[in-house]
Antibody
């Protein structure tokens, strides 16, 4: 059974930093691209960042480019999102998400089949 | 980026009725890479439909997806009490992937 478990959320002041983690189980983590998706209170879902299985290819939404970094430790089945220079508008529940189990690394595009339970990031003074 | 617009914003129906939710794209969604999700309060989204019309594993056959290009539809043939929730569409045909603003399906 695929499981994704996020951690690291909390209250942080504007301009501060936070590191989110997502621990995966139930599949061969290193073979799968992974993504972060966030949802601000009462707002639509927003894709934030993605990383290929090898970690070589990384993508960001314009809204976080230059402030957030994504990384993965395939030996620990863990995905990270480093949030720097945080703003009030970054307040959201952050989800990690993975593609279907039949995903292949040759896929250029994929949908999010599996989601974690989310971790809340609140940026406020 | 591709902007997805869902309609209606709120849909009020009774159990047993048919629900039709729409998702319109500002540009053609390549290869019909369009998915639908259901979300209940405090929970993560649940995948219902991918590739515009393929049902995800474990999803009841009362859920169906259709459409192509810029116009997509999620149909729930006979509403069950557990179907009342928020529904989002997602396009994953062009980066950045984008979501619609959601349709709230509420009990009439």
């Amino acid at each position: 059974e695929v499981q994704l478990l996020e951690s690291g959320g909390g209250l942080v002041q504007p301009g501060g930093s936070l590191r989110l983690s997502c621990t995966a189980s139930g599949f061969t983590f290193s073979n799968y691209a992974m993504s972060w998706v966030r949802q601000a209170p009462g707002k639509r879902l927003e894709w934030v960042s993605a990383i290929r299985g090898s970690g070589e290819n990384i993508y960001f939404a314009d809204s976080v480019k230059g402030r957030f970094t994504i990384s993965r430790d395939n030996s620990k089945n863990t995905l990270h999102l480093q949030l720097n220079s945080l703003r009030a508008e970054d307040t959201a529940v952050y989800y990690c998400a993975s593609p279907p189990l039949h995903y292949a690394s040759t896929w250029a595009h994929y949908y999010f089949e599996y989601w974690g339970q989310g971790t809340l990031v609140t940026v406020s003074s | 980026e591709i902007v997805l617009t869902q309609s209606p914003a709120t849909l009020s129906l009774s159990p047993g009725e048919r629900a039709t939710l729409s998702c319109g794209a500002s540009q053609t969604v390549g290869s019909n890479y369009l998915a639908w999700f259901q979300q209940k309060p405090g929970l993560a989204p649940r995948l219902l439909i991918y590739d515009a019309s393929s049902r995800a594993t474990g999803i009841p056959d009362r859920f169906s997806g259709s459409g192509s290009g810029t116009d997509f539809t999620l149909t729930i043939s006979r509403l069950e009490p557990e179907d009342f929730a928020l529904y989002y569409c997602l396009q994953y045909g062009r980066s950045p992937y984008t979501f619609g603003q959601g349709t709230k399906l509420e009990i009439k």
